[in-house]
């Protein structure tokens, strides 16, 4: 059996976005609310959290460490788990730190994280291996949560996200107005949350497609590395499933502007779901995924009989993080 804890809001909720479809001339969109996990705030790390804290549960634990940018929903949900279970939390940030704590950073801060700041990220995992090693050495018992939760471990969250979808969305001979998607279209950067979405389409039988829409990284990089980490963690399943980059479908389009950088694309997604449908998007994460599925449905990319599920992964306390929130109105 694989360890699991269990306080995650789920099922989450799936709504019809009927207004932004016919705004956009179709295809039919949905969205899966994972910004409704209810670990503070939500967001797409607390399903990974689920089996990450229960591993380290398992292994004796009693600190977490784990890092992340400046503005990180995953270090702001770490932090959160860890004082929920009680654990002690150091997080390592790279980044500019500001004069006042907002956003996820003041969250980092309420639940009780030490933050290590680190400024160049180059240096990030040179000082995350010396924060470990300390702590270790001081009898601190540390658990390292990967980078974005993405393990094998974590991507559990995201095989067993795609098995919940397939029961609210009946894939076989459903009569319901909700079908089976035809897409899931996402953000994907450091690979965990794509990971799991493909081994569950291949253990559970998913017939649609599955896309990512990259934050920061380059097509190459995701297909090798989401397809590994996917065969990893299939072998908590038990035997190996061996998935191939060309398993993985991921585009890479939307982010050379860098990560965090706020473009017109996402200015344009965040206020087209916020004014047509009344949902909040984030700046980096969800506004650059929605962005991308905005300029391919322009492009003709999707057919308009098809039906598209947005997989809404969090993130929205980073608006209101001195760097966005005025940035988001230009």
């Known amino acids: 059996m694989i360890p699991r804890l269990h306080f995650a809001h789920l099922p989450t909720p799936i709504e019809e976005l009927p207004r932004l479809s016919s705004m956009l001339g179709g295809p039919r969109l949905m969205v899966k609310r994972d910004d409704q996990t209810g670990l503070a705030f939500g967001g797409n790390k607390t399903r990974k959290l689920e089996f990450l804290v229960a591993e380290a549960q398992e292994q004796g634990a009693k600190m977490l460490i784990s890092a992340g940018a400046i503005q990180s929903n995953h270090c702001r949900q770490t932090a959160a788990a860890a004082a929920k279970f009680g654990f002690e939390c150091v997080l390592v940030l790279t980044g500019q730190m500001p004069e006042k704590a907002s956003a996820n950073l003041l969250m980092d801060e309420l639940f009780g994280a030490k933050i290590v700041n680190v400024f160049d990220r180059a240096d990030r995992d040179r000082i995350l291996k010396e924060t470990f090693d300390k702590a270790t050495a001081d009898g601190k018992k540390p658990y390292l949560v990967p980078y974005g939760g993405s393990s094998p ?118 206020k087209l779901f916020a004014s047509r449908e009344g949902l909040l998007l984030d700046p980096v994460y969800t506004g650059r995924a929605a962005a991308g599925l905005i300029d391919l449905i322009r492009k003709g990319f999707f057919k308009k009989d098809e039906t598209i599920l947005f997989w809404h992964t969090g993130g929205q306390p980073a608006m209101f993080a001195e760097k966005y929130q005025f940035d988001l109105l230009k």
């Open 153 to 270: 471990t974590g991507a559990l969250g995201y095989a067993f996200a795609m098995e919940e979808l397939m029961k609210q969305l009946p894939c076989e001979g459903s009569k319901s107005s909700q079908g089976c998607p035809d897409w899931i279209v996402f953000g994907t950067s450091s690979g965990g949350t794509h990971a799991g979405l493909v081994l569950g389409q291949r253990v559970f039988g998913f017939k649609g497609r599955v896309l990512g829409i990259s934050i920061d990284e380059s097509e190459d990089w995701l297909k090798e590395h989401v397809s590994k980490l996917a065969s990893d963690a299939s072998e908590k399943f038990g035997k190996r499933i061996e998935l191939t980059p060309a398993d993985v479908l991921a585009n890479a389009d939307y982010c050379r502007a860098g990560y965090g950088v706020l473009t017109d694309a996402e200015r344009e997604a965040v």
